[in-house]
């Protein structure tokens, strides 16, 4: 199984908003609602943004959103600032009862 | 608070064996799915295993499966990943990860332990 396919990089400046595309097939991102994404500093742990295509844990902030159509997947950072600054990667589940990561996106905050 | 630990990362040579270790704390172990993710140097994320509250039901990515194996122990509060066969691309760091909500796996982790590396080479 191939991972989702992520931008490898996307920049913005402070204040803008960005959004990250994760393509996926018919048998992951197409067919589940098990969608979420994650946001790595580096040297630490990944962090859980956005669970089931849309929602955010509790303490993560508003600016964070999440959205689906078809085969991909969206990540959209509102009022970026400038410790939005990290890798986000995608996950999906799959037909296979098997998880699926995207292959990380590098956010540079100009 | 919720707080993962992994141990029993190390050098090892290819077609050798290793076996991790995450111990749990702050939470009730046994309501939770559990997972076993790593990421190589430099590389993104990849989801290795899974194995379900009770140890009803393991998965496996095709990259480690008949290699891995996911295992638990409820009253130690404890997971475990037996590693055999291993190759130079298995070489990562291995995280420990707990689902979002008990007795049910939406696919998402968000509680995750510092990590362990494993070196495997010559």
């Known amino acids: 199984q191939s991972a989702l396919t992520q931008p490898a990089s996307v920049s913005g400046s402070p204040g803008q908003s960005i959004t990250i595309s994760c393509t996926g097939t018919?048998?992951?991102?197409?067919?589940?609602?098990?969608v979420s994404w994650y946001q790595q500093h580096p040297g630490k742990a990944p962090k859980l943004m956005i669970y089931?295509?849309?929602n955010r844990p509790s303490g993560v902030s508003n600016r964070f959103s999440g959205s689906k159509s078809g085969n991909t997947a969206s990540l959209t950072i509102s009022g970026l600032q400038a410790e939005d600054e990290a890798d986000y990667y995608c996950?999906?589940?799959?037909?296979?009862?098997?998880?699926?990561f995207g292959g990380g996106t590098k956010l540079t905050v100009l | 608070q919720v707080q993962l630990v992994e141990s029993g990362g190390g050098l090892v040579k290819p077609g050798g064996s290793l076996r991790l270790s995450c111990a749990a704390s702050?939470?009730?172990?046994?309501?939770?799915?559990m997972s076993w993710i790593r990421q190589a140097p430099g590389k993104g994320l990849e989801w290795v295993s899974y194995?379900?509250?009770?140890?009803?039901?393991?998965y496996y990515a095709d990259s480690v499966k008949g290699r891995f194996t996911i295992s638990r122990d409820n009253a130690k509060n404890s997971l475990y990943l037996q590693m055999n066969s291993l190759r130079v691309e298995d070489t990562a760091v291995y995280y420990c990860?707990?689902?979002?909500?008990?007795?049910?796996?939406?696919?998402?982790?968000?509680?995750w332990g510092q990590g362990t590396l494993v070196t495997v080479s010559s």
């Open positions: 702050g939470f009730t172990f046994s309501d939770y799915y």
């Open positions: 996950s999906s589940y799959t037909s296979s009862s098997t998880v699926l």
């Open positions: 018919s048998s992951d991102i197409g067919d589940y609602n098990y």
């Open positions: 194995i379900s509250s009770r140890s009803s039901t393991m």
């Open positions: 990860a707990r689902e979002r909500l008990p007795a049910y796996s939406a696919y998402d982790w968000v509680a």
């Open positions: 089931e295509v849309r």
